[in-house]
C-alpha cells in the first residue's frame, strides 16, 4: 500500500490525479530541525523525518512525505502565522525572484529514498491593495510564502523556472519516477 504522511490537500489531489492509489495519513511530528541546514538539506530531512514517523506504523508500506519551503535572500519564509505576516511576505516578494524548495522522501521499512526539487519563482510588483485583496481570499494563509500558484496566487506569478509542482508542493514528475525504482 502507498500512504502519503501529508494533510496537504494539494499533495492528495495531485496523487489522485495521477492515478495513484493511496490512503492519507498525517505524520503530526513537531518539526525540530538543524539550524544550520541549508534549505535543500532542510526540506529533505522534514520530508524524512514525517515518512519515517508515518512508516514506523507500516512497515510494509510505502511511505511518501513532503516538505516545501520558499527562500528568498536566505531566509525561509514558512507559512504565515497571520494576515499581517502574510502581506509581510507578499510585500517581500513582490517584484522579486524566490527560490521554492520541494523535498520528498519515500520510505518502506528500513529502506529511504529522497531528493529535493528547486524552482525559482519571480513575483510581479504588486500594489499595497493587490496584496491585501490577495489576502482577503484567505488563500495565503496555509501556503509557504503565503501564496498559491495553482490558486488565485497564480495571477499574481511572473513567471517561474523549473517544475510548476515543486512549487505547488510535491513534485510530481520526480516522484512517479522514484516510485517506478523504489518499488
Given at each position: 500500500m502507498l500512504i502519503l504522511a501529508s494533510s496537504s490537500?494539494?499533495?492528495?489531489?495531485?496523487?489522485?490525479?495521477?492515478?495513484?492509489?493511496?490512503?492519507?495519513?498525517?505524520?503530526?511530528?513537531?518539526?525540530h530541525v538543524d539550524e544550520k541546514l541549508k534549505p535543500n538539506e532542510l526540506v529533505v530531512e522534514l520530508a524524512k523525518m514525517k515518512a519515517i514517523h508515518v512508516a514506523s506504523k507500516h512497515p510494509e508500506d510505502i511511505v511518501i512525505g513532503a516538505d516545501t519551503i520558499v527562500v528568498f535572500e536566505n531566509k525561509i519564509l514558512g507559512k504565515p502565522t497571520d494576515e499581517e505576516d502574510a502581506y509581510r511576505m507578499l510585500k517581500l516578494l513582490s517584484g522579486e525572484r524566490h527560490t521554492v524548495y520541494t523535498g520528498v522522501a519515500l520510505v518502506k521499512g528500513e529502506k529511504i529514498h529522497s531528493f529535493v526539487s528547486a524552482t525559482d519563482v519571480s513575483i510581479k510588483h504588486l500594489s499595497d491593495l493587490e496584496i491585501k485583496d490577495y489576502i482577503k481570499t484567505g488563500e495565503p494563509m496555509d501556503k509557504a510564502g503565503s501564496y498559491a500558484i495553482q490558486g488565485e496566487g497564480g495571477k499574481i506569478v511572473d513567471h517561474y523556472k523549473g517544475d510548476f509542482f515543486t512549487i505547488v508542493g510535491l513534485p510530481?514528475?520526480?516522484?512517479?519516477?522514484?516510485?517506478?525504482?523504489?518499488?
Open positions: 490537500p494539494r499533495r492528495e489531489k495531485l496523487l489522485r490525479e495521477a492515478g495513484l492509489d493511496f490512503i492519507v495519513e498525517p505524520s503530526h511530528l513537531e518539526e510530481l514528475k520526480d516522484l512517479l519516477e522514484a516510485l517506478k525504482t523504489f518499488k
